[in-house]
């Protein structure tokens, strides 16, 4: 199959990069680096005590995912023909300059590498289906669903059970409690168009002292408002998405066209309440719940955290007369964006969502092979996201019980804005969109609209009809391009709250 012109690369863009949240493929430099220039040794990133917690982290998340492997009864294969000799690598593929670990077909935006697993990342839209997707209106009996209300009685609660126990982990029932502070205000901030508060929430950690997590929250809303505004939360703030070379889109930020609209925004530390390292499984929200032990296999990975502790950042925004707790969205991009549609689908309180090229274990399709894959996640650098079960399926993807459509399908009957890029092929833009058709159905069956065609949409075109949004910009990595459409998306909702 020939690739379509939209699906090649108008942009030399990298798909893995610590900026970017993409770190699956592993990426290992030359063998014999140049000394550090000044710059780098000022990074507190390059920091001696910086990389030595990071190789401390690495270590710990190794020995912890051994261990839930151990338990599973799961392991990657004994041996694997050396790579050059692998019958399965793609053809036409040399090993990638400077790295050990990656190949290169000479596609920019194509990042190669062979899983653990055996599995070679894969861009030929030819081979990526991998066969029928799980019908997410059919129950777990075989019957057909064919109304509103066997769906929120039987088909929903059986799509939720399988994600808690086999994708992201079960959030425990009974959590500590959440105390708000307001650590900081000013009713000038961004140029005197808002007023910002710094919220802290203190998390009892009486239970085990040793883990000490916390929520961490800006919140600005328009300094003239006259009444409670509609919020938009951003994971992780706003740097996390820009495009490849740091560079924001000439024009008004994010928050500027924000608090224009009339809308406030906050941004949110995920990192504050869990890490994000195998190596932090034992703090954080989730060490304290576990007391500082290893996770059961179908507990919570960091994803499920972070929706939990945007859910608290709700039970505060319930208290705030400055915000209207019934207009809430959420947004994130990358890894954030997995965290956004987990968020959206396990908490009815988000009126809105936003996921940004959010790729495998986010809004992508599992049986659609692109780019990042299950074998990519479950790998050391990745598999704390989601429950420890979700290691039973690297190698296996056909064994899954759902897939991403059905989490999209749990946002139902609220809207979600859905985006990928054209240089973003790691992250699998045509996976994104296929699984936005998949939940369709649900939409409506429960009186909404779906995503208002099948056929993947041009560059750039803005599929907002509907109550399942999705934009296909020209462009990589980033949210930054589809923050002023997401606008336009959501304004049809925050002005008509009936809808």
């Not at 190669?112 to 030819?126: F, K």
């Not at 009685?153 to 708000?180: C, L, M, N, S």
């Not at 009444?227 to 495009?243: D, R, T």
Request: aromatic content about 8%; charged content about 20%; glycine content about 10%.
């Amino acid at each position: 199959m020939k690739t379509p012109q939209w699906f090649r690369p108008l942009l030399g863009c990298a798909a893995l990069s610590l900026a970017h949240g993409q770190t699956s493929a592993p990426v290992a430099p030359a063998a014999a680096a140049p000394a550090p220039t000044a710059a780098a040794r000022t990074n507190p990133f390059n920091t001696p005590e910086a990389v030595a917690a990071r190789q401390r982290n690495a270590e710990l998340a190794a020995a912890d995912r051994k261990l839930m492997m151990d338990r599973l009864q799961v392991a990657e294969p004994a041996s694997l023909p050396a790579k050059e000799d692998d019958p399965h690598r793609p053809a036409g593929t040399t090993r990638a300059p400077n790295s050990a670990n990656n190949w290169t077909d000479g596609v920019p935006g194509h990042t190669i590498a062979r899983s653990a697993w055996g599995h070679w990342n894969n861009y030929d839209l030819a081979k990526a289906d991998l066969g029928t997707l799980p019908d997410p209106l059919v129950l777990k009996n075989g019957e057909r669903v064919t109304n509103a209300d066997t769906w929120w009685k039987q088909r929903r609660p059986e799509i939720i059970r399988d994600f808690e126990t086999e994708i992201y982990g079960k959030i425990p029932a009974h959590t500590p409690q959440v105390t708000w502070e307001i650590a900081e205000t000013d009713v000038a901030a961004v140029d005197g168009t808002a007023k910002l508060k710094r919220l802290v929430g203190h998390i009892d950690n009486s239970r085990y002292p040793a883990a000490t997590p916390q929520l961490e929250v800006t919140l600005y809303t328009p300094a003239h408002a006259t009444g409670p505004v509609p919020v938009m939360v951003v994971i992780g703030g706003f740097g996390f998405g820009l495009p490849p070379g740091g560079r924001a889109p000439m024009g008004p930020t994010t928050l500027q066209q924000l608090l224009a609209k009339g809308w406030g925004c906050a941004t949110f530390n995920p990192g504050s309440v869990q890490a994000d390292t195998g190596g932090g499984l034992n703090a954080g929200i989730i060490g304290l719940m576990n007391l500082g032990q290893p996770r059961q296999p179908d507990d919570w990975g960091s994803l499920a955290a972070i929706s939990w502790g945007l859910s608290r950042t709700i039970d505060y925004f319930e208290t705030d007369k400055d915000v209207d707790a019934k207009r809430l969205g959420v947004e994130g991009h990358s890894r954030w964006g997995k965290a956004t549609v987990v968020a959206m689908a396990f908490e009815p309180r988000w009126a809105i969502g936003y996921s940004s090229c959010s790729g495998e274990g986010g809004t992508k399709l599992h049986r659609h092979d692109v780019g990042e894959s299950v074998d990519n996640v479950c790998a050391p650098s990745e598999y704390h996201w989601m429950a420890g079960n979700f290691l039973k399926y690297a190698g296996r993807w056909d064994a899954l019980p759902i897939d991403q459509h059905e989490l999209i399908a749990l946002v139902a009957p609220r809207p979600i804005f859905v985006t990928g890029g054209t240089t973003d092929l790691w992250a699998d833009p045509v996976g994104e969109f296929k699984s936005c058709v998949g939940a369709g159905p649900v939409y409506r069956l429960v009186g909404k609209m779906d995503v208002g065609q099948t056929a993947m949409p041009a560059p750039d075109a803005e599929l907002i009809a509907g109550d399942i949004g999705f934009r296909f910009h020209a462009g990589g990595h980033t949210d930054s391009l589809d923050w002023p459409v997401f606008i336009k998306f959501a304004d049809k909702y925050f002005s008509d709250p009936a809808r």
